[in-house]
């Protein structure tokens, strides 16, 4: 459950933040929303690949970072484990809200594991300068919220494109474990490779003139990730 509040500099004037990577804070997740503006940094470290979300949302991409519910094998005892990380998961555990009159606005969520409290003393980061002004850090984080509410309005497009091609497959990832039992990743989907280069010219110069060819091969190519993944988890 979250419990968002419009942020402000008088009632949260003492709030903090802690920032670093850890299970207790929430980051024991199997993935997060990859938005295609992300992909060429994040496929470099995760296999992207996009789910079915029941009700009005449809496929997004997602992050992988581990094999099954809950894991995430880009935590360690020492922090994250990568040099890039999606916006979805960097923003938390800020929100973004709409004013009266549909004006963005930044919320918090006071539930978050993240939210430092008056009586919790001087963990975290703060949020607002003692005159009332924000932090550096909330500077970052209003920058960061911008560029990923932006790049969010672009999804439905790149979705879009893609269903509209019929270039979204389901897929299937076999994998041993360490005991040497066999298991299987199912339940997601990938770009099919074949089918997007053998569309018509026309077709994939208009993918590519809306900036849909791009994130699409970096897609594809981030599923060489895969079995990197697979021994990050034997690793474990």
Sequence with gaps: MTRPALLDNVTHRHL???TERSAVLGDARQSA???PAEFRQLQAHFPIVFQLVEGDVGFQPIALFGLEEGQNLFLTHAG???SAMPMALQREPFLIGRAADNSL???IDLDSPRVVRPDQGELGTALFLPQGGFSEYLDQVVALMESLHAQAQQLPAFIGALTRHQLLEPFIFDLELPSGEQ???TGLFTVN???LLALPGPALE???REGHLLPAMLQIASLAQLPVLAERAARR
């Design 80 to 82: 994250w484990d990568a």
């Design 16 to 18: 903090r933040v802690r």
């Design 33 to 35: 929303l990859a938005l």
């Design 206 to 208: 208009e993918l590519a």
């Design 193 to 195: 490779e074949e089918r």
């Design 183 to 185: 298991s299987r990743l």
């Design 105 to 107: 606005q930044l919320h």
